[in-house]
């Protein structure tokens, strides 16, 4: 994908006419979370109305952003029927190699998971899963997806429709819906409309550089490796994947005294990566972003007939492939729900279901994501540090303490607690 996929703008119909009825569901945002609930609910018989203040695919350009796609994720875009199309265009991977101060240290090979079906992981740019998230809702009937509509505003009400306030290039109007879900991002506008503030569990001033390169002359294998405390990076940590179009995903922590911007510049980058690879080699960088990291969870993901999905209802970093896993994970958990209580076959009562699962998969995906941070940088945390480098040293030699290196606990099941659906804690991915 040479250049991201543009979008028609097509004028909504109550901007012409009032509609008589609300729309059952409406969508906010069409990002990778939001696409994958419209597509799960269309699929259901569930008519969706997506708005998005965008008319593209992903964010700044051809940012990878989500990259790492778990087992579980491709056990739901199989039942979706676009599984074929991401593991045809990633790369799939099994093997995860550790290293540190450039010596092997420890590696894992992903076992067979009888009760999925895929194996190992795959690797893709975000904006290629949401481009063929966006096709097949284009050739869904029950699904309109409306391009550069901006939502506004928004009132709730209890007992009935919800209103938003959309402005488009023709102006404004006003779109009823019996259910809201806000899938608009770490920033959430409707969030902000409501008055809602996630709970802030931790924030971080430790910073990465993304450098996305496209090197096609490497005998690289496709593994995922890690260096902790790597000599070409100032003994900071660096990740290597390998993604589609020759297209490698290079993340390097950077120095606490580093500046982001000196560091963006693409003479710092190119030295970088050369640093790491040991010679100059040429490549092109195709793209690259700083980004720090904080855990923040909403108390509640249902307030009234809103809902809050992906990174709208909680951040985590990204240790471990947690963030657009979980977002698509929130999507198929809603979906069933929602086209229950629309088909008058359930009680509203399932949402709270919801609310409760999610955000107990969310706490642990940020306990997990703490644990690895720290491992991979326990920064002042001397006792913290000794500990793993007692690890690190033992691993070559002990299996035990090879298992005990953390730098992202990948694919790992939350186990459910009691809810209205079971008595007691249940597994789910």
């Known amino acids: 994908m040479k250049e991201l996929p543009i979008y028609p703008y097509i004028r909504p119909e109550e901007m012409d006419r009032p509609r008589r009825d609300p729309h059952p569901v409406a969508v906010v945002g069409a990002g990778l979370t939001g696409l994958t609930l419209a597509l799960d609910l269309v699929r259901r018989g569930i008519p969706v109305v997506v708005l998005d203040d965008d008319n593209t695919v992903g964010v700044r350009g051809l940012a990878s952003r989500g990259m790492v ?12 029927g676009m599984a074929d199309a991401v593991v045809g265009k990633g790369v799939r991977w099994n093997v995860g190699r550790v290293l540190c101060r450039d010596m092997a240290v420890a590696s894992f090979t992903l076992q067979d998971q009888p009760d999925m ?13 949401e481009a063929f998230l966006v096709d097949a809702l284009m050739r869904e009937p029950l699904a309109e997806l409306r391009w550069l509509n901006r939502v506004a505003g928004i ?22 819906a019996q259910w809201v879900v806000a899938c608009d991002g770490a ?10 503030s996630p709970r802030v569990y931790d924030q971080t001033e430790d910073r990465w550089i993304i450098i996305d390169i496209v090197l096609r002359d490497t005998t690289w294998p496709e593994e995922r490796w890690t260096w902790l405390d790597a000599r070409s990076n100032h003994g900071r940590a660096v990740w290597r994947h390998k993604m589609a179009d020759d297209t490698w995903r290079l993340d390097f922590q950077l120095r606490p005294d580093e500046d982001p911007a000196a560091a963006a510049t693409d003479a710092a980058m190119r030295q970088r990566v050369w640093d790491l690879l ?5 490549f092109d960088i195709a793209w690259h972003g700083v980004w720090a990291y904080r855990h923040e969870c909403l108390d509640s993901l249902r307030h009234g007939n809103v809902l809050f999905a992906g990174d709208s209802a909680h951040l985590v970093a990204p240790f471990g492939a947690r963030g657009g896993n979980g977002g698509i994970q929130d999507a198929d958990n809603l979906g069933w729900k929602l086209a229950l209580l629309l088909q008058g076959r359930a009680g509203d009562a399932l949402l709270d279901s919801y609310s409760l699962e999610r955000k107990h998969a969310a706490m642990e995906n940020i306990r997990q994501a703490r644990r690895s941070s720290r491992f991979v940088y326990p920064g002042a945390a001397r006792s913290a540090a000794l500990w793993r480098d007692a690890i690190i040293a033992l691993a070559p030699r002990h299996e035990v303490a090879a298992r005990m290196i953390n730098t992202g606990r990948l694919c790992m099941p939350a186990v459910y607690p009691a809810s209205a ?7 789910l991915a």
């Open 421 to 427: 659906l079971a008595r007691g804690p249940h597994a």
């Open 278 to 282: 040991g010679e100059r080699v040429e």
């Open 155 to 176: 009132e709730a009400q209890a007992g009935g429709p919800a209103t938003l306030q959309v402005e488009t290039p023709d102006g404004a109007y006003a779109c009823r």
């Open 187 to 196: 920033k959430s506008a409707v969030r902000g409309m409501l008055g809602l």
């Open 117 to 129: 079906r895929h194996n190992g992981f795959v690797n893709l740019q975000q904006y290629y899963l």
């Open 69 to 80: 796609w778990a087992q579980r994720t491709l056990d739901i875009f199989d039942r979706l």
